[in-house]
């Protein structure tokens, strides 16, 4: 079968006239994946169709909210029915007060939260906070964490153990990111060095307890512990970055059951059920350092916007009996099962899953818990992958460095097809 992709194609480029790149975010430009961008034009549960009519199994599920799959009938219920009685309304209503019992009832050990509109949002409030309530002006970030594009977060590692990096976009002036430290993952001798050196000077250490963003980089649990008894013993604020984790693996936080706990949890995605949501979550006595309580400021025009929150409540209703994160799970094993059955002498074809998440990593060996032992040839064999799973109308995200997400509207049989279209495709590739 070949795809037709005219429609496609003839949408990217009018949208490349109006918009730079054709896009709104830039991993969807499939500049490394090559080809023409798919044009989604309405998708159920997992499967979405384009705009030239083809279908496809969806792994992407819009980069983690879609827990439930794509246009869950409760979830769009909850929308049409809030969008109803009024789109927005930039003032106090109930569905903060509902959605914020819901998210604080998942983390026990946080008091208060405050909404926003994104998981960037979020992260940039809660990097301020932390300056402002421990008056220390320094953070510490890993090497493969994304936490949003702010500025003081857009920085690449050097290249010793821990090092103030420098910005890695045009545009951050360096004063921006002179206050930001990077360290490697999976390395308790740089976390050593760094609180030895700087522990007395970091307002906060930001970690994706289950680093996913480039990669997943699921880190050991004695070195999570580890990072928690040096910002504890520093009086350091561990931010827990669960915009992808939270509510991924159970009802909570992936750091809660580890048994790990946070300072600061910042939240978007599934929270938002596929609407614009982020929010932070901490102690009262951390959280009430922001306005209007303390003075330090953080406000949104759409925060707590109704119709957002409405999506959030009721994918978390769903969730809250637990009975997803076992079929997720259990949809999980399978796709390992069938993978190892169908390409188990593939030396190559490995991956790291965690629950509902996956990583590919196409090359030999254990794949990697840090950032800087990612394989080239792993994208490379994914690049050249990507497309040819497409034309058996199966949609992974536009790179290799990007996990894939099952949802609660995936089947076995749609787990079965993509095993076998993967394998099959890498046989030739
Ligand atoms: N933190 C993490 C861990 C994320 O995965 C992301 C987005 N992928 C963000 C922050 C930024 O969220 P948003 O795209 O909603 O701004």
């Not at 005219?6 to 080809?35: C, D, I």
């Not at 920085?155 to 010793?160: E, P, R």
């Not at 970055?241 to 600061?264: K, N, T, W």
């Not at 303390?294 to 957002?308: H, K």
Request: charged share 20%; aromatic share 8%; with cysteine.
């Amino acid at each position: 079968m070949t795809r037709s992709t005219k429609q496609s194609e003839q949408l990217y480029e009018r949208a490349t006239r109006l918009m730079p790149g054709g896009v709104s975010s830039p991993v969807r430009a499939f500049r490394s994946v090559g080809g023409t961008p798919v044009y989604y034009r309405e998708a159920e549960g997992a499967h979405f169709a384009d705009e030239d009519g083809n279908r496809y199994l969806d792994f992407c599920m819009s980069w983690g909210p879609l827990i439930l799959g794509h246009a869950h009938p409760a979830v769009v219920e909850a929308v049409c029915a809030a969008a109803r009685r009024g789109l927005s309304f930039g003032a106090c209503a109930r569905p903060e007060i509902e959605l914020a019992e819901r998210v604080l009832k998942g983390f026990p050990s946080m008091e208060r939260v405050r909404f926003v509109n994104s998981g960037t949002e979020a992260v940039m409030t809660a990097i301020r906070l932390a300056r402002g309530a421990t008056g220390r002006s320094r953070i510490l970030k890993f090497e493969g964490g994304y936490h949003g594009h702010s500025d003081a977060l857009l920085v690449k590692a050097g290249s010793g153990l821990a090092t103030f990096g420098t910005s890695s976009s045009r545009g951050v002036p360096p004063g921006a990111v002179s206050e930001t430290l990077v360290c490697p993952l999976d390395s308790q001798d740089a976390l050593d060095e760094a609180f030895a050196r700087f522990g007395s000077e970091l307002a906060a250490v930001i970690v994706e307890p289950l680093p996913a963003n480039n990669g997943l980089l699921e880190q050991r649990k004695e070195w999570l512990q580890h990072l928690r008894r040096l910002t504890t013993r520093h009086h350091v604020l561990l931010i827990f970055d669960e915009v992808i984790s939270g509510f991924r693996f159970g009802y909570g936080g992936y750091g809660d059951m580890l048994g790990v706990g946070a300072d600061l949890v910042t939240l978007g995605k599934i929270i938002g059920g596929g609407m614009p949501v982020g929010a932070l979550a901490g102690s009262r006595a951390v959280m009430d350092e922001l306005s209007p309580v303390g003075d330090v400021y953080q406000a949104g025009t759409l925060s707590g916007n109704p119709v957002s929150l409405a999506a959030g409540c009721a994918t978390l209703d769903q969730l809250a009996d637990g009975s997803v994160y076992r079929e997720l799970e259990a949809l999980g094993e399978l796709l390992d099962r069938t993978l190892a059955e169908l390409g188990g002498d593939l030396p190559w074809l490995r991956w790291r899953r965690c629950g509902s998440v996956f990583w590919l990593h196409l090359a030999e060996g254990e794949p990697p818990r840090a950032a800087g032992a990612i394989r080239p040839e792993a994208a490379e064999r994914y690049n050249r992958m990507h497309g040819k799973l497409l034309e058996r109308g199966v949609y992974l995200a536009p790179s290799a460095y990007e996990v894939a997400f099952l949802s609660a509207a995936h089947t076995e049989d749609d787990v079965r097809t993509l095993a076998r279209e993967l394998v099959a495709v890498l046989r030739q590739t």
